[in-house]
């Protein structure tokens, strides 16, 4: 039944911007304040306030346009957005509408069946913030006002999005990009990035676009491809059962794993825009922009490339250390000091990662610095210790915030690597077991093992065991062919 039918959808993600100071006032945009400590008569809406716009906003919302393949528009105008809610002191929303400073973008992104998907991105507009409600008081509904007026940029993609997988993947990539660009910490927990689902369908092979519902409230990339399957299926059950799908925004309950209606689905008109008449419009001429691009880092996507082609990796592993900028760069520090970029990139994707994800820290808290543990790495290449006891001194390393080189020498647990001092216990034990000796070279190869074992267990563990087992098989071949 399901597959006579497909789904369109739209994402409006609101990107909070890391701006320190709100859209149109000077008052602190830190998170984690005491309520409503973060305002003043302006971001309240005292009557007499005039907004003043904060110049970040607009560099910040180019350098999204530019990372996004949109057209940077030379005239931008602010629009009122016109609506009444508890946490909105004004009864309205600076924001744009007509003519917003982005347009006309684009995105890829990689589906599981390796798919290549290009999602247009229609606009890119920059508004305030409402307040926060916070309803979990009992019968009380609380307000904060400190997240008013913060500077928000909305990226409103086409309707060109086909899955909830796509729809998530989509999102992951705005969030990288923001990251990367340093321009918002895409906390969804938090509410610093946002998104919003548009959602029909229709016929497949239809033209005609089905009537759309809206899901809020979601706030991991998880809940969103949740909601959005959801909500798929719920249109599909109400077209199947012969009855209406009503355009209404839905608030996604990760709870009971289900949408519920909030209210009916608002139209641009009663939202009553109209320009913004305390604000100028904004002009962005083409110097302004080449300078905004000045600070533009390498993206993501270009970066994986590079990563691949100079560091010879595979595109796993580029595309895990590309995911966060501070990772990359920390990957990146660490190919100075050592040319086994392979090595460096399985130590940071397993043993570095592991520890980030165990503990819930960022990599720029992680106490090993590059330097470091490319010096670990290089005491294995060399033959200095080996990759067992490297892991042990990976440990120490964290715990007691010292070097690899300081480890290995205070606890004298570097490898025996010279050839002739194992030579000589090579000789010494076919002495002591020249019954086992025989018995490999008439066919019992398998001993190999054994003295092995009895080797590694004289020197406490510490021979090179690859310089070891070369060793051991030269000198009984040599043995047997005599």
């Known amino acids: 039944m399901y597959k006579e039918y497909e789904a369109v959808i739209g994402l409006e993600v609101h990107a ?3 701006t320190a100071t709100k859209a149109f006032c000077s008052c602190s945009t830190k998170f984690g304040k005491t309520p409503n400590s973060n305002v003043c008569p302006v971001c309240l809406g005292h009557p007499g306030t005039l907004p003043v716009l904060n110049k970040k906003v607009i560099e910040y919302s180019v350098l999204m346009g530019l990372a996004t393949n949109c057209n940077i528009n030379e005239y931008s105008v602010f629009a009122r957005k016109n609506y009444f809610y508890p946490d909105l002191p004004k009864g309205y929303q600076i924001s744009q509408y007509e003519e917003p400073i982005c347009s006309d973008g684009f995105i890829n992104i990689t589906t599981s069946k390796n798919e290549q998907r290009r999602i247009s991105i229609e606009r890119i507009h920059i508004e305030e913030d409402a307040g926060k409600s916070i309803h979990d008081s009992g019968s009380e509904t609380l307000v904060d006002l400190n997240r008013c007026g913060v500077a928000l940029i909305e990226i409103v993609s086409k309707p060109e999005i086909k899955s909830a997988e796509e729809a998530s993947l989509y999102l992951q990539k705005i969030r990288q990009v923001v990251r990367y660009l340093g321009i918002c910490d895409g906390n969804m927990e938090e509410g610093s ?7 029909s369908i229709r016929k497949i092979g239809e033209k005609k676009l089905g009537t759309k519902t809206e899901i809020k409230n979601m706030n991991s990339f998880k809940n969103v491809e949740r909601a959005i399957i959801f909500e798929i299926e719920r249109q599909i059950d109400l077209l199947e059962d012969g009855k209406q799908i009503n355009q209404q925004t839905l608030l996604w309950n990760a709870d009971l794993n289900k949408a519920e ?3 009916s689905k608002e139209e641009a008109d009663d939202y009553r825009y109209f320009p913004e008449p305390d604000l100028f419009p904004v002009t962005i001429k083409d110097d302004w922009i080449e300078k905004i691009e000045t600070q533009m880092p390498e993206l993501p996507d270009t970066r994986c490339e590079r990563f691949m082609s100079q ?3 595979p595109e796993y592993d580029a595309l895990i250390l590309t ?5 990359a760069d920390y990957f990146e520090n660490g190919t100075n000091f050592t040319n086994d970029f392979k090595s460096l990139s399985n130590w940071v994707m397993v043993e570095v990662l592991g520890i980030i994800n165990n503990e819930k820290i960022s990599i720029k808290d992680f106490s090993i ?5 490319t010096q670990l790495i290089n005491f294995i290449n060399d033959g200095t210790i080996s990759g067992k006891i490297a892991k042990e001194i990976f440990v ?10 300081q480890i290995i020498s205070e606890k004298n647990i570097s490898q025996i690597s010279d050839t002739s001092q194992l030579e000589e216990m090579i000789n010494k034990l076919f002495d002591d077991y020249p019954k086992q000796v025989e018995e490999y070279i008439n066919g019992k190869e398998k001993l190999i ?8 267990q004289q020197t406490q563990g510490k021979a090179n065991p690859k310089l070891l087992n070369e060793m051991l098989t030269n000198k009984l071949s040599s043995l047997k062919n005599n």
């Open 449 to 456: 093992g054994f003295f092995v074992g009895k080797i590694m």
């Open 396 to 405: 120490e390393m964290l715990t007691d915030n010292k070097t690899a080189e």
């Open 323 to 327: 995911n966060e900028k501070s990772l």
């Open 369 to 373: 610095s590059p330097e470091n543990l």
């Open 193 to 199: 990035l946002r998104c919003d689902a548009n959602v």
């Open 16 to 18: 909070q911007l890391s």
């Open 311 to 313: 560091y010879k990796i």
């Open 261 to 263: 209606s909030m209210r």
